[in-house]
């Protein structure tokens, strides 16, 4: 068994691949030269863009909440900086003011999915790996203004499924 696999592998040292074609090789410089890199460079700056506008809408949401609970006082409430003691009274229930947004609509969408064959896991055994790409889609709305908004974040996952090698 063992010589005939030296023998195979003596055989396959011994190959030589052919030289690319004249035409195969234009070929491949004027698809190059076309630019084919543009759309991928596309996507990944849309990505990116979500990515920030989320960050943004985030920022944005912060801001107005830290504003709410510094403005937020009781009638006769004096400031932290005066000396003047506070009366006890029990703390006033949290309410939220009547103008905020609330998430309406929620959707998780499967952009891509792309398997990327056989891997050895260690401790684990071969696996095939699955990359999953989805996009979230929350929409928010305040009713009060008639004002909506949608956040849209990318979402990657890599999943490991067990292969059974006979």
Do not use: C
Not at 94 to 113: C, G, I, K, R, Y
Request: hydrophobic share 40%; glycine share 4%.
């Amino acid at each position: 068994m063992t010589d005939d696999l030296d023998s195979l592998e003596e055989e396959l040292r011994q190959l030589v691949p052919r030289a690319l074609s004249p035409q195969a090789h234009d070929r491949i410089r004027r698809e190059l030269e076309a630019g084919d890199a543009a759309p991928a460079r596309g996507r990944r700056l849309r990505w990116a863009l979500t990515g920030l506008a989320a960050a943004a809408v985030v920022l944005i949401m912060i801001a107005g909440a830290a504003r709410l609970r510094n403005t937020r006082r009781e009638p006769g409430q004096t400031a932290a900086r005066e000396t003047v003691p506070a009366p006890e009274k029990r703390p006033a229930p949290l309410t939220l003011p009547a103008d905020v947004f609330e998430p309406v609509e929620f959707s998780t969408v499967l952009v891509n999915e792309h398997d990327e064959g056989t891997v050895l896991v260690p401790d684990f055994g071969p696996a095939r790996r699955v990359r999953y790409e989805f996009v979230n889609r929350v929409q928010w709305q305040n009713t009060n203004r008639n004002a909506r908004f949608i956040v849209t974040t990318p979402q990657e996952e890599v999943v490991l499924i067990p292969v059974s090698m006979h």
